[in-house]
T-cell receptor, first 112, second 117 residues
Framework: GEDVEQSLFLSVREGDSSVINCTYT??????LYWYKQEPGAGLQLLTY?????DMKQDQRLTVLLNKKDKHLSLRIADTQTGDSAIYFC????????????FGPGTRLSVLP | DTEVTQTPKHLVMGMTNKKSLKCEQH?????MYWYKQKAKKPPELMFV???????INESVPSRFSPECPNSSLLNLHLHALQPEDSALYLC????????????????FGSGTRLTVV
């Protein structure tokens, strides 16, 4: 079945850039997403990218997609302490989430 | 209103209790979902309602019983739960696909943290 992999932990210093990586196996993935989950909270959609795009930028967030290698990354510029959270990569074949496959999540710790 | 509201935020229940989790949205979304999330794990889909009809049930035990009384409300009725059912229960809602539009508005609630004792 489909599988989504992420490294589990990342620590960066405040002001540095963070890069969170994700790999997926499903060739028919059409939509790829990044969600943020703060402690005790639900999931917040940060951004998404279609599989026919290579890059998407939204303020401090840059998503890069290498469809050949099935590799997705999320870069957070000027990382702040408020960015400390778990970041989930997810993929689906449709755009209404009935076939979401989530990765295990990357815990980002931002050090002052 | 662009939120999915879940109540209660925390719930402690005994294994013989009956309780219900509630979820509400007023975004006009016609699909609503229940997820279960164990600590340090990604969410796992439990149920999907589309136009108030159950469309997906991911082999969830019968001690979890969903209900969608109308397009804005989603309940999860709990009965005879086990301690391993302790988790964060997340509700989400979205538009149905509209011509492939990416603006499906998939939105999660903050969750109910359930502890079964």
């Amino acid at each position: 079945g489909e599988d989504v992999e992420q490294s589990l932990f990342l620590s960066v210093r405040e002001g540095d850039s963070s890069v969170i990586n994700c790999t997926y196996t499903d060739s028919s993935s059409t939509y790829l997403y990044w969600y943020k989950q703060e402690p005790g909270a639900g999931l917040q959609l940060l951004t998404y990218i279609f599989s026919n795009m290579d890059m998407k930028q939204d303020q401090r967030l840059t998503v890069l997609l290498n469809k050949k290698d099935k590799h997705l990354s999320l870069r957070i510029a000027d990382t702040q302490t408020g960015d400390s959270a778990i970041y989930f990569c997810a993929e689906s074949e449709d755009n209404y989430g009935q076939n979401f496959v989530f990765g295990p999540g990357t815990r980002l710790s931002v050090l002052p | 209103d662009t939120e999915v509201t879940q109540t209660p935020k925390h719930l402690v229940m005994g294994m013989t209790n009956k309780k219900s989790l509630k979820c509400e949205q007023h975004m006009g979304h016609r699909a609503m979902y229940w997820y279960k999330q164990k600590a340090k794990k990604p969410p796992e889909l439990m149920f999907v309602y589309s136009y108030e009809k159950l469309s997906i049930n991911e082999s969830v035990p019968s001690r979890f019983s969903p209900e969608c009384p109308n397009s804005s409300l989603l309940n999860l009725h709990l009965h005879a739960l086990q301690p391993e059912d302790s988790a964060l229960y997340l509700c989400a809602s979205s538009q149905e696909r509209i011509g492939g539009s990416p603006n499906y508005g998939y939105t999660f609630g903050s969750g109910t943290r359930l502890t079964v004792v």
